[in-house]
């Protein structure tokens, strides 16, 4: 008897222990804190305080902490720009500020960060799968998450606002479920502040903002005059977080320019004139020196105005090359190559095969999650929908890599998970049932 007691003692405390959120967040920090040392050790310092920086993010934040103000996307000295949005390059300038220009302690410092952003990204996926389906299908989320190598890699593989914008991804889709029927007017302020900060973190999240604002307001059983002030406030304190960027934009410019310019830029690289015949997988890769003389002998305006025109006159001219290209980029941006068996085929290691298979098993995992949450009309289908249906949308039609993907795959696992759980369901409940004889009396 004993024995007995201590075998479910220790189940009881493993059982606690996997669903504990406190545990799965420290294990998801202290795998990509041990990832991010290792890849450290093996790269010199040098190039670590310099190489990792020399992106747009890295140029504007170098501008900002050397007093030029939000400029200079390429790091020669071409005046405002609009080229990103403000959060992220702002967080990196006072990393700048803090631990030094283009230094090793800063590298460090921004890695630290995005680890912080990208662990605690946790506990807002808990919480929604714990609203949606319970803490069994809450925690099982939340672990494929910790420990999803994509989520290792990309804190110390990106300075960029990637890993922030998961956080603010998945704290949107928690935000959304916990306002359902909310009537007090702190929780829709509060929910149109983190839409403001999200939208100036990245715009591309943007696409989500109509449904899931749409979708919290719409059980309010009140005549519109009660209900509309509320979606309506949240909606006014989003762009009103967004406007004294936008005025600055207009002032700089002398156009509306809301959030960022360079969706022209985005588009362009994805549908030019550089596409061959020959290799019908996407046009050839913009050349970036090319086109950073240009855009510093233009300005930023007349270059945006030319790569649009450009990417017009191309998707005008191919009709049938677009829909070739819009077929190649969806598979892209779900498996990362547009030829994901070959890809497995020609990896070089064990390691490389692993994460492609994770990353093939994501979007595999959500279509299931898709179909079980039409077949049985869960309640929260359409929130959880948007992510995988309207978020990849400009990039069907841009261009694409498995690092934008990454914001919503947090999101991903939940919907795998929530597929799992409800094909399980569905066969348990469709298994025949034995009956005991009944036993002489």
Request: proline share 7%; with cysteine; charged share 15%.
């Amino acid at each position: 008897m004993p024995s007995i007691n201590r075998m479910q003692l220790l189940t009881a405390r493993l059982r606690s222990a996997s669903t504990s959120i406190v545990l799965i967040t420290l294990i998801a920090f202290a795998a990509r804190l041990t990832f991010a040392w290792y890849e450290a050790r093996q790269i010199p310092a040098q190039a670590l305080s310099l190489v990792p920086f020399q992106t747009e993010t890295g140029h504007i934040a170098y501008s900002l902490a050397t007093g030029k103000g939000f400029s200079s996307p390429f790091q020669r000295d071409t005046g405002p720009t609009a080229w990103l949005t403000p959060v992220y390059p702002a967080l990196l300038a006072a990393i700048f500020k803090l631990f030094g220009v283009y230094t090793l302690h800063a590298f460090y410092a921004a890695v630290f960060l995005n680890t912080v952003f990208s662990a605690a990204t946790c506990l807002p996926v808990f919480l929604a799968g714990r609203r949606i389906s319970g803490i069994g299908v809450a925690s099982a989320a939340a672990w494929l998450w910790a420990l999803f190598p994509n989520g290792l890699l990309i804190p110390f593989e990106w300075i960029w606002d990637t890993s922030l914008s998961v956080l603010l991804a998945a704290s949107l889709l928690w935000a959304t479920l916990l306002l359902r029927d909310s009537m007090r007017l702190r929780n829709w302020s509060l929910y149109g502040l983190l839409w403001g900060l999200t939208l100036l973190t990245n715009p591309a999240l943007a696409l989500l903002f109509p449904i899931l604002l749409l979708w919290a307001a719409s059980p309010i059983r009140q005549p519109w005059r009660n209900w509309l002030p509320r979606p309506a406030l949240a909606a006014a304190l989003a762009f009103a977080c967004c406007l004294p960027w936008t005025i600055r934009n207009y002032v700089q410019f002398h156009k509306f320019v809301p959030l960022r310019s360079n969706f022209a830029f985005e588009l362009y690289i994805g549908n030019n004139e550089n596409y061959d015949e020959a290799h019908r997988y996407r046009p050839a890769a913009v050349t970036q020196d090319r086109e950073i003389l240009r855009y510093v002998r233009m300005g930023e305006t007349a270059f945006m105005q030319e790569e649009q025109r450009k990417a017009f006159a191309f998707i005008a001219a191919n009709p049938r090359i677009e829909l070739r290209l819009l077929a190649l980029r969806f598979v892209d941006f779900w498996f990362g190559t547009s030829a994901p068996v070959a890809a497995f085929a020609q990896a070089g290691s064990f390691a490389l095969r692993l994460l492609l298979l994770c990353n093939y098993f994501a979007p595999l995992g959500t279509l299931l999650g898709i179909l079980i949450l039409i077949a049985r009309r869960n309640a929260y289908a359409i929130p959880l929908l948007a992510f995988p249906l309207a978020f990849p949308l400009l990039y069907y039609v841009t261009h694409t890599s498995l690092r934008y993907r990454h914001p919503i795959d947090p999101v991903l696992f939940l919907l795998l998970v929530l597929g799992v759980h409800g094909l399980w369901q569905i066969f348990r409940d469709r298994a025949p049932r034995s009956t005991a004889p009944p036993t002489a009396a």
